[in-house]
């Protein structure tokens, strides 16, 4: 079974400022699709971004930025240009070619001062 | 278009009691998910709906049950609920059930068991 693993349970970062959130996994899979999901207080599950494995370039979108790091099985988001409105709970998931269900990290708390 | 809609959106049951959420997916999505979130255990996969088949079934006890009918719309049953079953329990829908496909949550149905 694959995993994930986020070992951030809690990160904090000042507005405008960024913060890079850390996530790996472990599977023997070659093609897969790793995603970042946004949970803010209100729990509407967003999607942040998705990088697909096959695809050596990272993933942008606007201030959020991956780093995948295929061989080292790594997968960390960047915020740039923090706002207040980042504050929420991120999710890393996995999900391979064939499946159906996402499996999720236990996710990273993100707080932003201003 | 309107969103993943779940109701209802809180639910207070007692132990051993029985219990029906809904998911209506966004217009056009064939593929619905449920996830269970807990404090302890995160999010976990349920299982996977596509065209009123269930294609794929999380690791969980024969008491929660789903199905989707013929309008996408989908039903997870829970038998006999136990005080661990108190979570939030998320749908999701896609147009594509796998690969890439982003997942649309909904908002989520808070069930506490007594």
């Known amino acids: 079974a694959q995993t994930v693993t986020q070992s951030q349970p809690e990160m904090s970062v000042q507005e405008a400022e960024t913060v890079t959130l850390s996530c790996t996994y472990d599977t023997s899979e070659s093609d897969y699709y790793l995603f970042w999901y946004k949970q803010p207080p209100s729990r509407q599950m967003i999607l942040v971004i998705r990088q697909e494995a096959y695809k050596q370039q990272n993933a942008t979108e606007n201030r959020f930025s991956v780093n995948f790091q295929k061989a080292a099985k790594s997968f960390s988001l960047k915020i740039s240009d923090s706002q207040l409105g980042d504050a929420a709970m991120y999710f890393c998931a996995y999900r391979d070619n064939s499946g159906y269900a996402l499996n999720f990290g236990k996710g990273t708390s993100l707080l932003v001062t201003p | 278009k309107a969103g993943v809609t779940q109701t209802p959106r809180y639910l207070i049951k007692t132990r051993g009691q029985q219990v029906t959420l809904s998911c209506s997916p966004i217009?056009?999505?064939?593929?619905v998910s449920w996830y269970q979130q807990t404090p302890g255990q995160g999010l976990q996969f349920l299982f996977e709906y596509f065209s009123e088949t269930q294609r794929n079934k999380g690791n969980f006890p024969g008491r929660f049950s789903g199905r989707q009918f013929s309008n996408s719309r989908s039903e997870m049953n829970v038998s006999t609920l136990e005080l661990g079953d108190s979570a939030l329990y998320l749908c999701?829908?896609?147009?594509?059930?796998?690969?890439?496909?982003?997942?649309?949550f909904g908002p989520g149905t808070r069930l506490t068991v007594l």
């Open positions: 999701a829908s896609s147009l594509q059930a796998s690969g890439s496909g982003e997942q649309f």
């Open positions: 217009s056009g999505h064939r593929s």
